[in-house]
């Protein structure tokens, strides 16, 4: 297996287990390759090669039945050069520090490629959410976020929501951190609350119509327009149903999208919102008029103008990218298509718009209601959704730019952004102490 750090101590390579994580040991290759096409200096690789702060506490819970469970939380932060540390805490019962460790490094390079005045972090508990009661999850967020409190705070850590949490968790977190500093109100501790108590306005669509953006952008960049594209969409959660509805809004034919329960198929367009309101009324895709029914992987294959995959990580991998016939990827969600599967699909001549640039839209706007609670001056939602997409369209063109310069994939060239910014900013920082 890949040593995850390249350090060497007394001729022994020096890498802790928890690194030999796959979604860490992934992110050290993107690092690596990254390295290479841009030239990096190697003592700023080897620093962004381990997480400078790793904080791992043990959160007791008094539960419903007045029993008390103890589980494991963490909070990784990766680096911080750029601005405070940010990221978002998952619930999950796979959750790991190797696992977190990974993620706080891709948001590390995604706040870098995206330009925000971020560093990166991520946090989480092992714990399957579904299984406690609104009160334990409450009870358990407040010992969690106590903690980790010496360690966060709106110009230090300023964590988000992520998989199993939620704007009620992140109202749990700013009350708890806000009473422990003397009952003194902080929003700006985390992003992701409701509007009522210092949330934005279009922090829920957000990720989903930067999807939008980035999939207008590589229709432009192949002189097309979205207006009158094809487009298939897996998944129809928060990030697939809001870009489902954008696209429909600026006239593409969304032909095909799917869930965990499978697919519905009309290859003249399926009418987006009366098809949203057929899923809240109906709790499934299945029985929409004049649909007819396909599965996941048939989603996959469809020859459309755009696919979007907005479900799980690695569904197009080098068995089946092969058979992709869509002439654009725009990932959605995180890591769906490996990074193996990305440079066939570039010699295949399919345009991959990554990850870290697609569904940036999330973090953008989460950095919009941080500036915005610090500055107690809220704005209109048009504001909002115009800022979000000059910042992702610059985060594209510069991207495409090295992309050409370099000859490579979008995801490489998006790497090579992200690490180049890092490592101009590190080498003017300097190293403490000297
Ligand atoms: P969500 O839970 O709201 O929706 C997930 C969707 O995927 C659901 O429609 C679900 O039915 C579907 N799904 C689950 N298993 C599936 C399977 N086996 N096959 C097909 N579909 C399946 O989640 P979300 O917030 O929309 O996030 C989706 C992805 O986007 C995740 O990878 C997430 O990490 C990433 N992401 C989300 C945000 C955000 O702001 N929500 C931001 C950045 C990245």
Redesign the pocket.
Known sequence: MNQATPHESNGKIFAPDFLNHPLFLNAAQGLDEAAQLMNIDSNIINRLKVPRKCISVAVPVRMDDRSVKVYMGYRVQYNATLGPYKGGVRYHQNVDLGEVAGLAALMTFKNSVLGLPYGGAKGGITIDPRVLSRTEKQNLTRRYTSEIAPFIGPTKDIPAPD?GTDAQTMAWMMDTYSQEQGGFTQPGVVTGKPVEIGGTLGRVG??GLGVIFTTERAFETQGRKISGSSIAI???????SHAALCAFERGAKVIAV???DGGIFNGDGLNIPQLKLHFETQKTLKGFPGAKEIT?EELLFLPVDALLP????GVIDEKNAHNIKAKIIVE???GPVTINATKILHRMGVFVAPDIIA?GG?VIVSYFEWVQDIMSFFWEEDDINDKLKSIIIKAFDTTYKTAHEKKVDMRSAAMGVAIKRLEKAMLLRGLYPR
């Open positions: 998989v957000a990720t897996q998944g129809f959660g928060n990030v697939g799917s869930d965990v996941n907005c479900a799980l990580d959605g969600a995180n569904n999330g």
